[in-house]
Structures are given as C-alpha cells and as structure tokens.
C-alpha cells in the first residue's frame, strides 16, 4: 500500500507548517512526503556506490598499549573520487589465530561490551516474542446469540488450511448492496469439528460442507456461530473433519457496500455534465476482506482464488485475473469469469463494478498493461501507462523473475483513502495519485505518479510473490517497495533524479523514530487496529534507509543478488525477518571476500576464517541491531591529532536527565575528510573506538550522502570547521552531505549537544545555497520554529524571524524565473519558494501573483498558468473574500487532481474563520469536497495561526465519526492527530490533549500517535523554554549584518 498521499512536502510554510501539498508525493508521513535516492544495480552515472576491498597491511603503530596491525582499504569509486581511488589505513582488531604479525587493533574493545550487546540482543528477542504466542484469557467468549464462541484468540487456529476460493459477487450499485457465495476449498490437519475464519458486517443466510466429488458428493449444513469482536465465525460441523480430506465450505451472504474506504465500498463521482455516477471498489490491505466475503483473512494462508462477478450490463467488471468470458445468467445481469489467480494472501484480491474507461499497452515480455479511470479523465492515463510498462520491464529484468500474470491493471478510484495498492494484477490509486494532466500537473505530480506506481508494482514481487508471514514484519513487504522506488525510477526515468530525494526519507523516520513511543521495525501486532497503526513511517522509511544503508555497505551487485535470491527461494509462500538476512548472509560483497560457511571470508585467508566471522560481514547479526531495536545511533566524533574517537549511544528526545537505554548497533561508518573526498569506511560494533588517520585533517565528515541512519555529533570545534567549511566552500561536499549538516545540528540542539545560536549560524550559508535538497532542509528546520511562535502570541519575535527567513533567501526568490522552466528539482524548488515568499508578504512576489491572479480571474480560470507558479498564484488570491470563492467555484469544475489541490491548499489559508468552519463542515460531509481531502483539510487548518484552534476543536468533537470513516489505527487518524495538536507548546495545551484522549479510552487512548504527539508538545515544551530567548538575542546580533 501506499500510504495517505499527504501530498506534503515538509517545508510548512504559510500558515500550514507541514501541509504544503505536493500533490502527489504520497507518504505516510508525519512529516513529510518525499526524499531521494539511490540504487540500481552496478554502477550508476552519479552514485557513490564504492565497491571496495579488505586487505591485511603491514604493522602500524596505534594509540593504546597493544599492537597492531593495518587494514588497507581500497575504495573504487563509481564517482566523487578524484583520484579514482582512495587507499585509507586503519588499526583493525587483531584475527583471533592468526599470525602473531597480526594484531589486535582495535583500541578498547572490552569484552564488556560485547556481553552487553549479546544480552541486549536477547533481551530484545524476548521482548520481541509476539503477544499472540503467550498464553491467552482462559474465558470463554460468547458469541453474538449468547452461545460460547469456540476459539478465543485474534489469531486464527492453523490446523484449517484453505486451498481455493470460489467467490461470487453480486454488486447491486441501485440499492448499494452485494451478495455472494463464497466456497472454500479447505483440508484439516487435525481431526476437528470446528472451522473458525473471517467475517466482518456480513449477514450469512446459509452455511454448509461439502465433502466427496461427482455422484458421491453430499452436503450438510454448518451452524455458524458470529463472535464480530474478534470479527469471526465459527462454522460447528455434525462431526470431526478426517485429516487429509478434501473439504469445501459454500456459505451464502449479503451486505452493504461500506461507506468507508474499506472492504467493498462504494464510490461516486460527477460527470462534466453533473451527473452522479457509482462504483464499487474494493481495499482489503490489511484486514478487510473479511467485509467483502467470508475468508482466512491472515497473509500466510495463501490459496488461489477463481471469481466471478454480477453486473448490470452498462458497467463493466475487473478484477485479479484477466476475463475469460461474460455470461448473461437473466435479464440485464451479466456475469464476468475471471481466470484463477496464483496463489496468494486474501488482502490482494480485489473487483471493481464501475463504467471506467481504459487505455493499454503490451510490454517487451508480451504482458498488457492498462489504465483505467472515470470517462472525462481517461485522457491524463497516458503518463501512468508508459511509467508502468517501463517499470514492469525494469523489474523483471532486476528481480530476473518473470511478472507471473498476463495483465496488470492500474485503476484511478475517485474515493481512495490511502495512496495506492498493490492488489496481485490489479493495482488501485487515488486519482491524483495516477493520473497526469500534461497541461496542469505540476513537477512535483510527475514525480510522485512515477514513484506510486514503482512501489505498487515492485509489490507485485515483495509483497505478493514473497509475503510477510504475519504483520509485525510489514516492513519486508513495505520497507522493500518504498526502497524499490528510488532502486527502479534513478534507473528509468534519470531526468527525474529521485536519488537526490531519499535520505529525506530517512530524516522524516527519525522524526518519529527518535522518539521513546517509537518502534522497532519488526514488531509485536495482534488486532486490526495495531496492524493498521504499523503502516507507519517506521516501516516505510525506516525500512528502506536500513535496507539503503546495507546496499551501500554490501554493494549494489551484492546486495542484488541476495535479494534476488531470497525472492527465488520464498516465492508464493510466506517468511520472517529472518530469513531474508539469512539470505543476504550468504552472499559476499563484489571483489571482496568468498562466502564460507554463512559469512564472507578472503579465500586466502580461509585457515583463519574466524577473523571474518568476527569481523567481516555478519549481516544478520548487524541488521538484527536496527531492526529489532527501536531508534537509531548517534556518533559522536572527537578528533585528536590523527586520531578520531568515536563513541555511539542511542539518540532520544526527552528530559536530559533520562537514563540511557544501553542499546548498540553495529553501524557502518562512512566518512570523508578536507584531505580526501575518497569515502572511507568503518564498521563500528562496539561503544567506542577509535581510528588512526594518515595525517591530520581540517574537517572530517560522516555519513557520506546520509546513506546511514544515524546522526553525527562533532566534538570541539569540530562542527565550527564545518559551519566554516560551508562558508567557504560549501560545494566541497555534495548537496546531501550539506543537508545532512542541516539536520544534524538541530537534531542535537534539541538534546542539548549543540547550541541553538551554533545551528542558526550554520544555517547562514543558505544565502548562497542553490540546490533543492539544502534549501529545503533549512526550510523544514527554521518554518517549525515560527510555528511554534505563532501559536503562543510572540509577534514581535515571530515577525522578526521571518524576516530573518525571507532575507537569508531572498536573492534565490529574486532570481526565480515565472515559468515551467528547468529541470524537475529546479521546479519544484521554485514553486515552495515562490509560494513562501508570497505567504511571507514579500512584495515583489506578491505584486506579481496579484497580477496573474486577476488576469485569470478576468478570463474565467481558462488563462493557462505557469503550474510551477499556480500554487503562489492562488495562495494570494484566496487572500480576499472575491478571490476565495472564485477559487472555489473553479474547484468545483476541475477535472486536474493537481488543480484542485492547489486550489484546496489555497483555500485552507485564508484567515477567514468563517470560510475555514465551512471547509471543515464541507469535507467532512463529502458532498461538495470528497471525505478523502478531509485528513489534508484539518491537517492545513490545523497549521492556519487563526484556524488551528478550530482544527483542533473538530477533530474533538468528531472524534467517533472520524473513526468510524477512517478506522482507529489508520494513518489517516494519526497524519489528522499529529497535524492538528503537534505544534502545541504550551503546558496548558498540553494538559488539553491529554486530557481528551484519556477520556477516549479504548476508542483512541493507546494510539501511538497519540503518544507522539504528547512527547512532542512536551519536547516543544522544553525547546522553546531553552531556546527561546537566545533565538531572541541572535535574532538582534544577526539582523543588520543579513539583511
Ligand atoms: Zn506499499
């Protein structure tokens, strides 16, 4: 799935922090939706991927009282390296049983730690051990006609094993209701009497077993026992089933189509005409197929599915597989067989009723791929089409596993809650998530249609092909396709650049990720509402930095062949985290050492492999450290002469005075010095360290490219090199390397590392930055400070750090051209600067949006505007009461997705709180503004310095609806949480929140993100408290001299 399509970019400005909409960049996220990166598979023109080499060097001298002994690393770089090839000496730890020449290096590894790490590590694996294995409430449930219900657990007994579904469905779009039946194919491997699956607001009129074939078949009735809290039927047969036979189960249903975005829900959209046209579509990722027909509705009961589905004859009908043929079965109803799917999880079934039109293509390898859309739209399908057969192309090359359908289908809902889904062969979006207006789609919607459909068809492999076993490990299936994202579209679409996006990604996962309500990225999930809450940037982008991070350590072709190997090895069937380390264990880095016995060893070395067991690449060992523990590391460099200590401990914000939490990852450094931009590398696995450089250096920099996730702590003057670095010569590093910077200082402001006066002054050098990345960094760190301004009346102080803001980028405003000119990281760049400078009231900007404004007021909305400039354009004219509500008259008629949320966006920002009531009424009712911008609503409301108070009170007091319409543990329900109450910085505010979702009980009290939040406003609490008045007294220090 591809989460809500917050369309966000981070950079909050306006009066909406985190809500300035890039419409198509989906993302889950708190924060923000988009980053960057990286991979492909050897060497790609302008990715420092090194391939690199080990090697035993001659005895070196290194600080401490034991001998040493060298490594040599040979560093080959695919670029940034100017001489080609870096040579970097470094103490290493002696080779157990190796040659007394060969000598423990490294400084202080005290054995301590290793013990401490091993039984972290266990404490972990305990810790870890899913609820659903302990031992269950011994009660016995009641069912819903007071009878004992049979079974007692969330999860459902394994002993039942479904093989084949017939499903049929009637959808009737008149009276908005479905009917069914539904046969499973089932065998039991334990003689039992009692069949317990899956079903959810379905009314069974009939329920029987069907046992033997032909002439000797017999069928006799099931009592069906309905327990809706675990959402299950139990089916009690006369006798035990006999293990080993063939079974099926044939149950007869009804239902409503839903309401929600879940399960088979209805849809609706106007024609160009007015007229109002429904559809019925299906989502079932994660728990929902159990509203569309009775199922096993857990991933790792895979079957094969044959479905059939009723229509009238002027809709048409699609689903998994490709039509085999229609039958008229009475009059005015059609009936579609479509063929059998492969085996796979009940939630990536899926059938669509609608009278979508498409367009389609064949692929090199013969698949026909379409698009489907609404009728007046089926004309903005051409982009998404030629995307998709380029990336199915690219994966079936990559993965070197066959696309195992003859079709896939990408369909447009115009009712969609999340981003996207990856349903086997038939992937569904939101509109404005697939479908591209040549003439008013902007930069930022190409990018975000190119990465959604990525993701949704590097699923059609990680995800349906190799499943997570259970949802504590979505992030195999989650993780790997946001990762594939930026893997495929660097390689088929290079004009887009997408690798110069991720380690944004990786920012916005540390966001949440840094907090004590976090969690590891395979974790413990049992009821629907949890498995929902896990669709969460930690499995998104935390997932891909780690898995990111890997790649840059084993190398591209490595890494490649181990994943292509674990998708060989599990294909249709189910795995844990486990085993795709296992799989990476096996295979060795490019030039690099020979895989023996489960770890990488130098053949010539193989008498003492023992050295590379405990110092070569034991990726399951060092993965377990980020994926089994929550948060992520930081590195605190101290450099001594040529010596360069480093020491990691766990990054968390809260009290100063919190007590450690002890954990230790194995982190593999990378780093790069004013003497060598040669990437050098270090696996730190132990508290401290320390590595010896060939001579002293003026600056060091870690994390080269943000390929790692974690953050990094200069000691001394360390960070003033580099403020000064910067000052100079900022192009000495790359762009991400600078953005990193960025990041890392306010992160460490916030725990107290670095003063705030030190980051700010940091930041001065954007006077002369240029590229996106950087600019946007410093955005997404300077806008949340006046947010919190705003919100608690500190006019004088707030005025004045905008002014700050607009002065240190004011000669990139000026040089913006009003255009759709340049390249798309140029545009988009143009279009949130531009849109900044007119919500900051710098006049130049405003004077000139003022005048395009008119000019396509006076031609009626059909004048043709830059879209790079549309969103500045309509942010000022929504400014006066004529404006808005020409603005909203236009919202009613577009038929471009990108429009509209520019429009939307626009609106939103008014500081009428009339006209902001009345968005909020509207969205929420769905009749003129679609349910679906709801959560974008509030959210950018709830960023307004007038409407947040207004945001906030109505999420209160529709508290109950909300979660009816988007489910308690949605990401939809934790983006409007977050977006209406994480800016609070007041104890008194706080107080309020805590106060409202205590009371809410089971019906939202334990949401994570409800203690995200709550840790924010305290975190804000603290930071505005410190900081505050020095941010004051900088303000006054560095006004003159910028501005
Ligand atoms: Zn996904």
């Known amino acids: 799935m591809f989460c809500i399509p917050k369309g966000v970019l981070r950079p909050a400005w306006a009066p909406s922090s985190a809500t300035l909409r890039l419409p198509l960049l989906p993302h889950c996220f708190v924060n923000s939706c988009f980053g960057n990166s990286d991979v492909c598979s050897s060497p790609l023109p302008g990715f420092p991927f090194p391939s690199y080499r080990l090697g035993l060097g001659r005895p070196c001298a290194c600080r401490g009282s034991t001998p040493r002994f060298c490594v040599q690393l040979r560093l080959h770089f695919h670029f940034r390296s100017r001489g080609g090839q870096g040579r970097q000496q470094r103490c290493g730890p002696r080779a157990p ?86 046969e499973i194919e089932i065998t039991a491997s334990k003689p039992t009497s009692t069949i317990i699956l899956h079903s959810h607001h379905l009314q069974i009129s009939k329920a029987a077993l069907r046992k033997g074939a032909g002439e000797r ?70 728990t929902a197929a159990r509203m569309a027909f009775p199922c096993f509705d857990e991933p790792a009961f895979k079957a094969s599915f044959s479905i059939k589905v009723r229509r009238e004859p002027r809709h048409l009908a699609i689903s998994n597989m490709p039509l085999v043929k229609s039958v008229t079965v009475a009059e005015g109803l059609v009936e579609d067989h479509f063929d059998v799917t492969v085996k796979m999880s009940t939630y990536l079934v899926a059938f669509i009723v609608s009278d979508f039109k498409s367009v389609s293509k064949m692929t090199k390898s013969g698949i026909k791929v379409s698009v489907y859309a609404v009728p007046d739209k089926i004309n903005q399908a051409g982009y998404a089409l030629d995307a998709a057969v380029t990336l199915l192309e690219f ?23 999340s981003g996207a889904m990856e349903n086997w062969g038939l992937t569904t979006y939101r509109e404005s998530s697939l479908l591209f207006d040549a003439e008013k789609s902007s930069a930022s919607s190409k990018l975000g249609i190119t990465m959604t459909v990525s993701h949704e068809l590097a699923h059609q492999w990680f995800g349906n092909l190799v499943t997570m076993e259970w949802w504590n490990d979505l992030w195999l299936n989650e993780g790997f396709a946001k990762f594939m994202e930026f893997v495929s579209v660097s390689v088929t679409h290079p004009e887009l650049k997408v690798e110069d996006y991720f380690f944004d990604k990786c920012f916005n996962a540390m966001e949440v990720d840094a907090l004590n309500s976090s969690h590891p990225v395979s974790t413990p999930v049992e009821n629907p509402a949890q498995i929902r809450e896990i669709f ?24 490649k062949s181990g994943i292509v190997k674990y998708l060989q090895k599990y294909s249709y069937k189910n795995t844990k985290n486990e085993d795709l380390w296992n799989s990476m264990a096996s295979i060795c880095p490019t ?15 193989s008498t003492s492999s023992s050295h590379w067991r405990q110092e070569g690449l034991d990726v399951k060992t060092m993965m377990n450290t980020w994926t089994l523990q929550k948060g992520f590391p930081l590195i605190t460099i101290t450099v001594r002469g040529r010596n360069v200590h480093m020491k990691q401990e766990h990054y968390v914000k809260g009290p100063e005075d919190a007590p ?45 490219g943000m390929n790692g996730y974690y953050i990094v702590h200069y000691e001394d003057d360390g960070w003033d090199s580099l403020t000064g670095l910067l000052k100079g010569t900022h192009t000495a590093i790359s762009s991400s390397d600078r953005a990193s910077l960025i990041n890392n200082a306010f992160q460490l402001v916030s725990i107290g590392k670095l003063s705030i006066e030190k980051a700010l002054d940091l930041t001065l050098y954007l006077k002369r930055e240029t590229e996106i990345m950087p600019v946007f960094q410093g955005l997404n760190e300077l806008i949340p400070m006046y947010k919190l301004m705003e919100k608690r009346d500190m006019n004088e102080v707030e005025t004045q750090f905008k002014a700050f803001l607009i002065g240190l980028l004011r000669d990139l405003i000026d040089k913006q051209t009003w255009t759709d000119e340049g390249s798309i990281s140029e545009r988009m760049l143009r279009s949130q600067l531009l849109l900044l400078a007119c919500v900051r009231k710098y006049q130049p900007c405003v004077q000139k949006a003022e005048g395009y404004f008119r000019q396509w007021q006076e031609a009626n909305g059909n004048l043709r505007l830059p879209s790079d400039v549309t969103l500045a ?3 000022v004219g929504a400014q006066n009461p004529e404006g808005w509500d020409f603005l909203y008259s236009k919202y009613q008629s577009s038929l471009s997705s990108t429009e509209k949320h520019q429009i939307e966006f626009a609106l939103c920002i008014t500081h009428n709180k009339e006209k902001l009531q009345w968005l909020l009424d509207q969205s929420f009712k769905g009749d003129t503004i679609k349910t679906q911008e709801f959560p974008d609503i509030l959210r950018t409301i709830g960023r307004n310095p007038v409407g947040y108070p207004l945001a906030w009170q109505f999420l209160r007091e529709n508290w109950n609806k909300l979660v009816q319409k988007f489910e308690l543990g949605s990401s939809s329900i934790a983006y409007m949480v977050v977006g209406t109450t994480n800016q609070f910085s007041t104890r ?15 019906n939202g009290s334990q949401l994570r993100c409800v203690q995200q939040t709550i840790e924010t406003i305290e975190e804000n609490i603290r930071w505005m408290d410190k900081n505050f008045d020095k941010i004051r007294v900088w303000l006054q220090n560095e006004k003159l001299e910028l501005l």
């Open 217 to 286: 078949q017999s069928e006799e009735p099931l009592r069906v026992l309905e327990y809706p809290p675990q959402e299950q039927i139990a089916l009690l047969a006369p006798e035990p089933l006999v293990v080993g036979l063939l079974y099926t189960i044939v149950i007869d249903y009804a239902g409503n189509l839903s309401e929600s975005f879940y399960g088979f829900y209805k849809s609706t959209y106007r024609t160009k005409e007015g007229e109002m046209r429904i559809l019925a579509s299906t989502q079932f990722e994660p």
């Open 660 to 704: 450690e939490t002890g954990y230790l990852w194995h982190v593999p450094l990378t780093f790069i010095t004013s003497n060598s931009d040669s990437v050098q590398r270090f696996l730190l696995k132990t508290r401290t360290d320390v590595l010896i450089l060939p001579e002293e250096v003026e600056w060091i920099k870690f994390n080269v």
């Open 536 to 559: 969460d940037e930690v499995s998104y982008e935390k997932g891909a930095c780690v898995l990111n991070m890997l790649r840059d350590y084993l190398g591209a072709d490595a890494f």
């Open 395 to 417: 994966y079936e090359d990559y993965f070197s596993i066959p696309y195992p359908l003859s079709k896939q289908d990408l369909a447009a809902i115009p009712d969609f809650q």
């Open 97 to 182: 049983g190796s040659s007394s020449k060969m000598i423990p290096l490294s400084v202080k590894r005290p054995l301590v730690t290793m013990s401490l790490l091993l039984s972290s590590l266990l404490m972990l694996l305990t810790v870890a051990t899913p609820s659903w294995c302990q031992s269950s409430e011994t009660t016995s449930p009641k069912a819903s006609n007071r009878a004992p219900f049979p079974w007692n657990k969330m999860r459902l007994p394994e002993h039942i094993i479904p093989l084949h579904y017939n499903l049929m469905i009637h959808a009737n779009l008149t009276t908005l209701t479905f009917g069914g039946t539904t």
């Open 591 to 605: 030039d690099g050492p020979q895989q023996m016995d489960g770890f990488c060893s130098r053949g010539e070395h």
């Open 873 to 875: 354009v309509f942010a």
């Open 988 to 1002: 008194a505010r706080l107080e309020e929140v805590k106060e409202f979702f205590s009371s809410l009980k089971e």
